[in-house]
């Protein structure tokens, strides 16, 4: 803090064919802070970080780097200015080593043009040890961690002498341990004087780590206030423009019949998990990264097999080994990853929405245009998603509408049972409580929802009921009254004894 | 304003791009030779493409997918002379063409089985069974051609309704057929979805071995029906008919915009795509360029549309 001003953008603007999605935005950087960007999906975060970062251009405006205007040509471009971004989807070779990716193409070699081996392990290894990482630049990247590839992201963007580190939404894929090594990194690279540009919808990140944060409104400045000057309602008022007061619904659940059960399943990472779901109930799942929450989530749908066991909706045993089986015994599912497993990004944001209910708008051999038009609207209304058309391609949406797309898709297909995997990953606080609040609608009209998240106030927030899993197995089950954080975290990580779990 | 415009420009050329290609040549075509724009000549043209315009209709199935086929030259002509050889014992075209669908059916179920159940690249898969089938049909005619001889079944090849071609019919009717299958059924939009992103299409529901099985079938199918038409057409089958057709079909369906890596594309396009190649195989036989020859601009007008077409795509891409 208090450092110079090393990087100071003045009135951009960016317009895509309809959309406006920056609309004369400041924004200036200072030396050896975190500062946090805020603002709802479609607010055009991602947008300025592409073009601070030289991966997209802006229609006008002007951005100075220690006082000299410049203006990047490319991300290549940027990284000579020292302007670094860690992606979402990590873009490293997974055959090759920690320290190979770290210095692709630039990689040390001897004066025969033979690479210099000693040297680049070496240099990458002091990188990662300046970092406090703890895996060796040998090792291959396809076995990391989805934590550890992205340190060495940070790490590579160390090598490139990088002075401004932008991470957009870094924490949507990691587990709340992995958020802790991550944190201390930042800690790391604020010592040595860099500036990171953080974004996330996780508001206690946000006010964990940061120095300062600015808002964003549909694509217009709000304000940059020091972290100590706001709160967490004054930064929510400035995101959505009106108070969000509870973001979590009131509910008002008594227990019902049992509508789904599983028993005794198994699976890679699953051991016998015995569970039921009752009608109109949340039901949470929760655990660490391995715990085994999202594959329990993808066996019930028969999106990876089941080694052994039972499932039954209705009081009825059924054949859920495919996710097609899975829909038709009335079970819904929304992913963790919308990109790979939720969207087909290429297609139209109609297409993906009615991808699950094809058989039903189907009338003799033709597709109905007409139904699947109105079908899709209502739920493009309902859930509010932003769209300048259905036709357009749902890649091109911010990340909080495409997860609503994936959620329509699910909604339109109408299932009892709902499995929801992350369901508010990088989605806005705003959309978060419409989230919830559908959430709520739809076990009011009878719907029960198996929900796996690993953001903690989320799940308590939600779920009348809540499920520990650890290594595989459920280790604790708690009704509404009894939740609390320490308690989920302490049998989730395995710091209670088996006497202790109550047995 | 200038902008907007600019935009909504590079817009409909996008869409017509593969027409915008066609009219350039035909109008080279018509500066080169005087004869090319006679109707008989245009007609000829128009048959002459039918083979490889069903095929390629049948190919951009595959290739929506993100698949390839590189069999369907060696179905066609297996389905070919065993059809003629069906037809030349019994005489009976219903019976011959009959076969020729059976042949082109099976040997899709069979592509189809080892790329979707069994996993295999697309393109080792349909790699084996190119060569397989070319040795089945060597064995089959042990190299000499069957001549076909029934006047029926020639029809379907030479034949003509209300002055057009049979063979013309025949290709319009597939194309609107498979037109309406991509764009207006589920199926259709398994296809695409299954192209542009098979896991999530999985966790859909949708049943995706079933659907890019479906595809090769299509495929296997559309080359019989080629096959019958071919052979109708030239009044035999020769043991190295459909050698290399699947290089022309897969020009015609990238020619017609649809991406190799599976997703995006239309099929009428495509039928364009097969024009394009068509007129250039017919221009240079009007100018009595060697035979040999022909290939090599083949090829090189295959390059350079597919570069132009990617350097409209980033002007469009830039655009934005
Ligand atoms: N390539 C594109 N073409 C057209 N519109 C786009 C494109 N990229 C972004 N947009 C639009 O620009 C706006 C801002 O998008 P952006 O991705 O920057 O939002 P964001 O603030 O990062 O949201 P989120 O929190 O959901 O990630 C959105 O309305 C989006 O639909
Ligand atoms: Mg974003």
């Given at each position: 803090m208090g450092g110079r001003l090393v990087l100071k953008l003045e009135s951009i603007v960016k317009t895509f064919p309809g959309v406006k999605a920056l609309d004369g935005v400041h924004l200036e950087i200072f030396e050896g802070e975190v500062h946090a960007l805020c603002g709802e999906n479609g607010a055009g975060k991602s947008t300025l970080m592409k073009i601070i970062a030289g991966?997209?251009?802006?229609?006008?405006?002007?951005?100075?780097?220690?006082?000299?205007?410049?203006?990047?040509?490319?991300?290549?471009?940027?990284?000579?200015?020292?302007?670094?971004?860690?992606?979402?989807?990590?873009?490293?070779?997974?055959?090759?080593?920690?320290?190979?990716?770290?210095?692709?193409?630039?990689?040390?070699?001897?004066?025969?043009?033979?690479?210099?081996?000693?040297?680049?392990?070496?240099?990458?290894?002091?990188?990662?040890?300046?970092?406090?990482?703890?895996?060796?630049?040998k090792t291959k990247v396809k076995n990391l961690s989805v934590a550890e590839a992205q340190m060495t992201e940070i790490a590579k963007c160390l090598t490139i002498g990088a002075k401004i580190i932008i991470m957009d939404e870094p924490t949507a894929a990691l587990a709340e341990e992995e958020i802790q090594i991550l944190f201390r990194t930042i800690e790391e690279l604020k010592k040595k004087g860099i500036a990171i540009v953080y974004i996330s919808h996780r508001m206690d990140e946000i006010f964990q780590i940061s120095d300062r944060l600015t808002v964003f409104r549909d694509g217009k400045f709000v304000a940059s206030k020091l972290i100590g000057e706001t709160d967490y309602d004054d930064v929510v008022s400035m995101m959505v423009g009106r108070n969000v007061s509870n973001l979590y619904p009131v509910r008002d659940y008594k227990t019902q019949e049992v509508v789904f059960e599983a028993r005794k399943v198994n699976s890679r990472g699953v051991h016998d998990v015995s569970l039921k779901l009752h009608k109109g109930e949340i039901l949470g799942i929760t655990g660490l990264l391995g715990a085994g929450t999202i594959e329990l989530s993808k066996l019930i749908y028969g999106a990876i097999p089941m080694d052994s066991g039972e499932i039954y909706v209705h009081g009825e045993k059924k054949d859920c080994s495919s996710p097609r089986k899975a829909l038709e015994a009335g079970i819904g599912f929304v992913s963790?990853?919308?990109?790979?497993?939720?969207?087909?990004?290429?297609?139209?944001?109609?297409?993906?929405?009615?991808?699950?209910?094809?058989?039903?708008?189907?009338?003799?051999?033709?597709?109905?245009?007409?139904?699947?038009?109105?079908?899709?609207?209502?739920?493009v209304k309902a859930l509010n998603i932003k769209v300048s058309s259905a036709q357009q391609p749902a890649g091109k949406l911010s990340g909080g509408n495409q997860q609503k797309v994936v959620f329509a898709k699910v909604l339109l297909a109408d299932s009892d049972i709902l499995i929801l995997d992350e369901p508010t990953r990088g989605v806005d606080v705003g959309a978060k409580a419409e989230i919830y609040t559908i959430?709520?609608?739809?076990?009011?009209?009878?719907?029960?929802?198996?929900?796996?998240?690993?953001?903690?106030?989320?799940?308590?927030?939600?779920?009348?009921?809540?499920i520990v899993m650890r290594e595989g197995r459920t280790v604790l089950e708690i009704s509404k009254q009894e939740m609390n954080q320490e308690k989920i975290l302490a049998h989730a990580s395995g710091g209670v004894s088996e006497n202790e779990t109550g047995n | 304003m200038k902008q907007e415009t600019k935009k909504r420009l590079i817009n409909q050329i996008n869409i017509y791009r593969s027409v915008l290609i066609l009219l350039v040549i035909c109008i080279f075509a018509a500066f080169l030779s005087e004869s090319f724009l006679s109707v008989s000549n245009l007609f000829n043209v128009f048959k002459q493409v039918t083979v490889a315009g069903i095929i390629g209709c049948g190919m951009t199935f595959v290739i929506l997918t993100g698949g390839i086929d590189l069999s369907v030259g060696s179905i066609l002509g297996f389905a070919g002379v065993v059809a003629s050889g069906v037809l030349a014992s019994t005489g009976n075209t219903f019976l011959a063409v009959l076969t020729a669908v059976a042949i082109g059916i099976t040997c899709g179920i069979v592509n189809g089985f080892f790329i979707s159940q069994c996993g295999i690249p697309p393109f080792i898969a349909t790699l084996g069974m190119m060569t397989l089938l070319r040795g089945c049909v060597l064995v089959y005619t042990k190299g000499s051609p069957i001549p076909v001889k029934v006047d029926s079944y020639k029809f379907i090849g030479k034949g003509t309704v209300l002055g057009v071609p049979v063979p013309v019919i025949i290709l319009i009717a597939l194309f609107l057929l498979a037109h309406y299958i991509l764009t207006q059924t589920s199926f259709g939009r398994s296809i695409y979805a299954f192209g542009g992103?098979?896991?999530?299409?999985?966790?859909?529901?949708?049943?995706?071995?079933?659907?890019?099985?479906?595809?090769?079938?299509?495929?296997?199918?559309?080359?019989?029906?080629?096959a019958v038409v071919l052979t109708a057409r030239l009044g035999s089958a020769q043991s190295t008919s459909g050698q290399g057709i699947e290089m022309d079909a897969i020009a015609a369906v990238i020619l017609g915009g649809t991406s190799l890596s599976g997703g995006t594309g239309f099929v009428l396009p495509t039928v364009v795509g097969a024009m394009i190649m068509g007129i250039i195989d017919n221009i240079l036989t009007l100018m009595n360029v060697n035979p040999h020859a022909t290939n090599i601009v083949k090829g090189a007008v295959v390059l350079i549309a597919v570069l132009v077409d990617k350097k409209v795509k980033d002007l469009s891409a830039k655009a934005e």
């Open positions: 991966a997209q251009p802006y229609t006008s405006g002007a951005m100075y780097l220690v006082g000299k205007e410049v203006v990047f040509h490319s991300a290549k471009d940027a990284e000579k200015h020292g302007i670094a971004m860690i992606y979402q989807e990590f873009n490293m070779v997974p055959e090759l080593s920690v320290a190979e990716n770290m210095y692709l193409g630039r990689l040390p070699v001897s004066p025969f043009g033979k690479v210099d081996w000693n040297k680049l392990y070496r240099e990458a290894q002091e990188n990662l040890d300046h970092l406090g990482l703890k895996f060796s630049a963790d990853d919308r990109k790979q497993e939720g969207l087909v990004l290429l297609r139209s944001i109609k297409e993906n929405i009615s991808m699950s209910s094809l058989k039903k708008l189907t009338k003799g051999f033709r597709l109905d245009n007409k139904l699947e038009a109105d079908r899709v609207q209502e739920q959430m709520n609608k739809l076990t009011e009209a009878g719907k029960s929802i198996l929900v796996i998240s690993t953001d903690l106030p989320e799940l308590i927030g939600v779920s009348d009921r809540v | 992103n098979r896991e999530a299409a999985r966790l859909s529901g949708i049943s995706v071995k079933k659907t890019e099985w479906m595809a090769y079938i299509i495929n296997g199918f559309l080359s019989g029906i080629a």
